[in-house]
Structures are given as C-alpha cells and as structure tokens.
C-alpha cells in the first residue's frame, strides 16, 4: 500500500514537473537566470517543509551527491529548453531510468529483470529518433544537454539507495546551489513585466517546489527504478501545454520516437515492474 501511494505522489509530481517547458518558454531570460530566480523560490518551499516537519538539515557524502544532481538538472534541462525545444529536453531528460537501471547493476549488483532491461532498450531506440532529428535541425548542443540533464536526473531517484541519504536535504541544497549559481545573471535583465513573473512564479512553486517534495515523499516508498518510470507522465504532458500556448510541434520522425518511448514506459509500468 505504502509503495502505491508512493507511485501517486510521484504521478503528481510529474503532472506539477510539466508545466516546465511551457513557463520557461514564457520568459525571455537566459537559462542561469530563470533557473536562479525559480530556485529561490522553490528553496523557500523545500526549506520551509522542512521546518514544519522538524527535520534536521542532513549533510555527508550521499546528500552532496544528490543536491549536485539536482543542480546539475534543472540548470541543464532550462538550456535544453531554450536550445532543442521543450519536447526534446524533457523527453531527453527521461532518459534516466537508462542510467538508473545501470548504476543499480554495476555500482550496487542489483541484475535488472529482463523487462526493465527491454524497457531502456526499447526508449533508448525512441530517444534516438529525438537525437537523429535533433542533429539534422542543428540542435546538437540542445540534445546533448538534455541527454546530460538524464544522467543528472537519475542521481534524483538514487539518492536514497544510500544509507545515509536524505532526499529532502539534498533537493533543498540543490535548489540554493542552483539560486545562488543563477542569481548573479539576474542583473543583465530588463523584462519583469506580469507574464515572465507570473512564469517564474509557477517555475518556483509548482514545477520545482512543490513536485520535489512530492519527489521525495514518494520515493521513500518507491524502489528507484520504478519512481524514474513512473514520472514519465511529465514527457507525455510537456509537449501538450507547449504545443497549447505556443503551436510548437514534434517533426515525424520525432514524433515516432515520442510514441516509442511512452509506449515503452507504459508497458513497463502496466506489466514490467511487478518483476522489481
């Protein structure tokens, strides 16, 4: 029941996570300064649950690595935004259950059931089709950030696998490292008109605030594996409000490999995740 209620919380997290691609599509700053001023924010949330539940900030070795991890996600998936598309960055960023799967195997000997191992083959293969359509529209750097932000963002659900690990301790140091590395970038900006602050607002709160206290709530329960599959509603939501507000929209080729990762999530999530 606990790993259930697990799952939904993380579910919710993802539907907050999506509104990620459409906000920072919506504010005219540059990648280090959106990501430092929703940082802020969202360590005021994460800092204040903290507070209101009477846990102790942690800090070792495990909680560092999982604060860098953060860090390293959200300043990569914004730059991944702004230069590959909000569809190719998050649906890049999911990438992540490739490396979860691997640092399980290797780093912790946990032999992947055949269907988690089908699962990462069969969105590696979707992932490519992002990756060669990427390449021919000249988003290189774009794709390859975002495939960065997916090793990043594996850290996210790993950081429990240790023993002294802290969920909540690491995600709120990542959101002060990500403030205080963006902040500096604020003072080049002149547009803080309603639109851009309502964005940056929502980025703070809901997008990273708020969904990474679900995060880590629900990873508690969940095994790490299942929590990096789970989430995948996120790529499946992002395109959907971009392609609402702003009429951005997947080439083919992008799109097959968009239908070939969900596809492959939800068949691990509907049947392959009772072998975890």
Do not use: H
């Amino acid at each position: 029941m606990k790993q259930k209620n697990g799952a939904w919380l993380l579910a919710l997290a993802a539907m907050l996570c999506s509104i990620g691609g459409v906000c920072i599509k919506g504010v005219p700053w540059t990648p280090l300064a959106i990501n430092g001023a929703r940082n802020v924010i969202a360590a005021c949330i994460t800092g204040a649950f903290l507070w209101r539940a009477g846990r102790r900030l942690r800090w070792n070795g495990a909680v560092a690595c999982g604060a860098l991890s953060l860090a390293l996600t959200t300043n990569l998936y914004v730059f991944a935004t702004k230069l590959a598309g909000a569809a190719n960055a998050i649906l890049l960023m999911y990438t992540a259950p490739i490396f979860v799967l691997l640092y399980l195997w290797l780093a912790k000997g946990q032999k992947p059931p055949r269907a988690a191992v089908a699962a990462c083959v069969l969105v590696f293969a979707g992932i490519g089709c992002f990756v060669a359509d990427g390449l021919a529209a000249g988003t290189l750097l774009g794709n390859a950030l975002g495939l960065g932000s997916g090793v990043a963002y594996a850290g996210v659900f790993l950081v429990n696998t240790e023993p002294e690990g802290d969920a909540m301790s690491s995600y709120f140091l990542g959101q002060v490292a990500g403030a205080l590395i963006g902040l500096p970038f604020l003072s080049g900006e002149t547009d803080f008109s309603f639109v851009p602050m309502v964005c940056i607002f929502a980025l703070g709160v809901f997008q990273l605030g708020l969904s990474y206290v679900l995060i880590a709530r629900g990873i508690a329960t969940t095994p790490p594996m299942t929590a990096s599959l789970v989430t995948a509603i996120e790529p499946i939501l992002t395109p959907v409000w971009v392609a609402l507000a702003y009429g951005e929209r997947l080439s083919g080729f992008s799109l097959a490999g968009a239908v070939l990762v969900l596809c492959s999530v939800v068949w691990f999530n509907t049947r392959g995740r009772k072998a975890l």
